[in-house]
């Protein structure tokens, strides 16, 4: 990318609110993502997942946590930047529908999608002007922000972490762990 990487969306607009729709696997990515959005500065996040503790993560990571209902809706609402990190395609659809006009819809697990294809609302993504980022994250050129969070108290990662292991043990802690596995080397 000329110039370096794209502006973040909360960088381009912070203060905002946001939507991040959870769930995916383990679902540590999408806790993380609110966390981050809660820590830097968006006025408010929802956080949507199914399971109790991931919503209690991110309740304390200082996002409000919202219990996925059944049946799932078209859309959560309008919200100004939103992120899909469910590897479910109609959760997809949802994050994307709920991204207000102008706004942007990150989705953290593009390749996870287990359909052939994933269809996308594109005919009101095109009428709204919504922004779709994926792919891997250029992680390299936000670490230093994301340490900064860490040092001064406003993102505490270790609130994900659900189990510790040893770096020779990890193999045979990994069927057993839920939501982020750390491994240790001493």
């Known amino acids: 990318m000329p110039g370096g990487p794209s502006p973040l969306p909360l960088e381009e607009r912070p203060g905002t ?17 609110a966390g981050i959005a809660a820590s830097p500065g968006a006025s408010h996040v929802d956080y949507v997942d199914s399971d109790p503790g991931r919503l209690d993560m991110a309740e304390r990571l200082g996002a409000t946590p919202v219990r996925r209902p059944d049946p799932y809706p078209k859309r959560f609402g309008s919200y100004p930047i939103t992120v899909d990190a469910s590897a479910n395609a109609d959760r997809l659809a949802c994050a994307l529908r709920s991204t207000e006009p102008e706004g942007t819809c990150t989705c953290t697990n593009i390749g996870i999608y287990f359909a052939p294809e994933t269809p996308l609302p594109l005919l009101e993504m095109y009428t709204r002007g919504v922004t779709f980022r994926t792919g891997r994250v250029n992680a390299r050129s936000v670490i230093p922000e994301a340490l900064g969070l860490v040092a001064d108290g406003r993102f505490q990662p270790q609130i994900v972490t659900t189990a510790v292991g040893e770096w020779d043990d990890v193999a045979e802690a990994l069927p057993d ?3 982020k596995l750390v491994a240790r080397r001493t």
């Open 17 to 33: 609110e946001v939507l991040v729709i959870g769930g995916a696997g383990p679902g540590s990515i999408g806790v993380y993502a």
């Open 177 to 179: 762990y839920r939501i």
